[in-house]
């Protein structure tokens, strides 16, 4: 049995066993780099002894709003107002509680330090090895757990398919978990795995994401202390209210206020057609698709804007693409994986992205134009780079460090704009009022738009079009022109 060496508050040197309920994430920060432990208390300390046993990562120095009434440590320690002043490359949050650690996430935010240096891990289910350098399972089970068998407040969320899903429900899962701070989340999707990770896992409450396609959902919601679908309506499908009564009375009176507003709503998640209803009382509210669900009345919600994790080591990746000054275009919006790009009412024709790229080439042929998407998305023709099915981490750089980046509304057009770049973004059923951010360049027809959940299939032109209007009457001419007098305006 190996025996490590713990550092205690007084400089002392004594003997523990190799394992920890609070294991360093390893799996999250790369071996080698500088990093700063945020919090010189329990977790923190086991935290360096790891760093002293492994020597995975060099120690700066401890940060703590405490700084001054500890002794002299093995390393310094530092006030949180220095850390700006500090060249490191992650920071690591040593807190037992999910909520301290968002707090302290958010305050270091808003100092400037950038989302992706900040790390936050939390308790382990069960005491595990020190790993340094080898992959390290967070739920040390093979990550088959559930977040029932995790923690004493359990919550499942019940999301529809798609990037675009995931990015908008965040904030409605950060004021849920603000609630219930001990709490794990687990989130149900359609191939969850694919999106939910890359945008959730900054959050300290979020536990797994679950590819379901509603079984697992089905047979598992019981075992929550709460479980909800969430879709553009709220639906509450198990509440233990003792339970919520006990941990979280915020969280469970928030759970009476939901089920108490959809029975006086007389609106459903089922069927899809309902949601037209609900999306005329939100654009009448002034609420968008991310706070419309504040129609319950337990939610205050009131910003676009969510915070997206970034994964450092994918930058050397983008830097070494080479990219100068580049557009971003997608093309598909995985409606070309489905075979039916010709009847998705939503989707913009391939002739009309291809002529569009080819006035970009013409009017400014210094600029590279990069396809994103859905790996079995058609090539359009002028472009100069695809990069297609690419690891997400990789995507979010790439539309990061864009120019501008032209979609439809969906998955990849939210994405770049959390990520701080703007949009062209050509609508057509779905409602400009709720799904377009102002601070992009939103493009809709004059003639006709806006009718999505009017019926059952949202793929349907509600009229009935085999090329429907809202889109086929955005012609590239016009697209172009926005381009041009956005390009125009940022070299005034």
Known sequence: MHLIYLVSKEGNIKNMLDRYTYLFPYERIPQGVKILIYGAGDVGQEYLKQMMLTKYATVLGFVDRAWDKYPQMVVPIYSPEQVRSISFDYIVLAFKMG????????????????????????????????????????????????????????????????????????QLFMEIAKFAPMAKIDIYAPKASLWIPAIYRDMPNFHRAIDDGGVLYVDNQEKYGLSMSIFFLVQMDQ??????????????????????ANAAYNLS?????????????????????????????????????????????????????????YVTINYGNGASSKGQKQIVSKQWPKEYFERLAELLKQAYPHIELVQLGDKSADNLDHVDRYILGENLELVKYILKGSLLHIDIEGGLMHLATQMGTKCVCILGPTQKELFAYPQNINIVSEKCHGCYCLYDNTYQCARGLEKPECMYDLTPDKVMNKIQQYFKEQTK
Request: glycine share 8%; aromatic share 10%; net charge neutral.
């Open 99 to 170: 909520n301290f650690a968002l707090d302290v996430q958010q305050m270091l935010v808003r100092q400037g330090i950038p989302d992706e240096k900040i790390v936050f891990q939390g308790a382990r289910k069960k005491p595990m090895p020190v790993l340094a350098g080898n992959s390290v399972d967070t739920t040390g089970d093979g990550g088959l757990s559930y977040a029932f068998d995790e923690a004493p407040v359990s919550i499942a969320l019940k999301y529809g398919p798609g990037l675009g899903d995931a990015i908008i429900k965040k």
């Open 269 to 325: 998640i089922y069927p899809a057609t309902q949601n037209a209803i609900h999306f005329a009382r939100s654009i009448f509210r002034g609420w968008n698709c991310y706070t419309l669900y504040n129609y319950t009345g337990a939610f205050q919600l009131s910003s676009m804007q969510v915070p997206i994790p970034l994964d450092v080591r994918q930058r050397e990746r983008w830097q070494q693409m080479h990219l100068g000054d």
């Open 239 to 260: 509440v233990k209210y003792d339970l919520l009564d006990q941990y979280c009375p915020v969280l469970s009176d928030m759970a009476r206020k939901i089920e108490a």
